[in-house]
T-cell receptor, first 112, second 113 residues
Framework: DTGVSQDPRHKITKRGQNVTFRCDPI?????LYWYRQTLGQGPEFLTY????????KSRLLSDRFSAERPKGSFSTLEIQRTEQGDSAMYLC??????????FGPGTRLLVL | AQSVSQHNHHVILSEAASLELGCNYS??????LFWYVQYPGQHLQLLLK??????LVKGIKGFEAEFIKSKFSFNLRKPSVQWSDTAEYFC???????????FGSGTRLSIRP
């Protein structure tokens, strides 16, 4: 399968714990995006990388959130001191310069 | 700020009925428009897209959408739905000079067999 992959697919954690998610984009794609989707809503943009540079961050991305793409390939999204409001599906997408974004299966986070 | 409105939250149709899902966006500049679909248990997939040219675009599985600039609309249509079209449908927009996608809240389509 050469699509976008995400790991883990599900994560249950206790409030206050840190979690880290990984995204592997389609190999030739230089752009990588993170979105968050809550029940009954469409995905909301969090942040965007072009190669290893983080070019845009949403106001939704509080200080507890950090994303990296150290070698311009895979990316990680870390949430520190998780809160119940962080429970959501975290989606990763990638694209080349043609701008169509291809989405991964998501990581579903439940904070107890 | 940009926004996308999908007015129908849940649509229920019988097989072979015609479908039209409404989508309006608020942005005065040049935009790219998308419809994504999420089948039960699957991830978001691109159904069709409009960047420029013919405002009537055709996508996969017999879907089409029409971009009407004067109405800021990009409605999705299918002449005859099938049970397998049961899914959630998201309209989305990007500014041509930016990359982040702004999604609507989605329309859940249920098809009665």
């Amino acid at each position: 399968d050469t699509g976008v992959s995400q790991d883990p697919r599900h994560k249950i954690t206790k409030r206050g714990q840190n979690v880290t998610f990984r995204c592997d984009p389609i190999s030739e794609h230089n752009r990588l995006y993170w979105y968050r989707q809550t029940l009954g809503q469409g995905p909301e943009f969090l942040t965007y990388f072009q190669n290893e540079a983080q070019l845009e961050k949403s106001r939704l991305l509080s200080d507890r959130f950090s994303a990296e793409r150290p070698k311009g390939s895979f990316s990680t999204l870390e949430i520190q001191r998780t809160e119940q409001g962080d429970s959501a599906m975290y989606l990763c997408a990638s694209s080349s310069s043609e701008e169509t974004q291809y989405f991964g299966p998501g990581t579903r986070l439940l904070v107890l | 700020a940009q926004s996308v409105s999908q007015h129908n939250h849940h649509v229920i149709l019988s097989e072979a009925a015609s479908l039209e899902l409404g989508c309006n966006y608020s942005y005065g500049g040049t935009v790219n428009l998308f419809w994504y679909v999420q089948y039960p248990g699957q991830h978001l997939q691109l159904l069709l897209k409009y960047f420029s040219g013919d405002p009537l675009v055709k996508g996969i599985k017999g879907f089409e959408a029409e971009f009407i600039k004067s109405k800021f609309s990009f409605n999705l249509r299918k002449p005859s739905v099938q049970w397998s079209d049961t899914a959630e449908y998201f309209c989305a927009v990007t500014e041509s000079s930016a990359s982040k996608i702004i999604f609507g809240s989605g329309t859940r389509l249920s098809i009665r067999p």
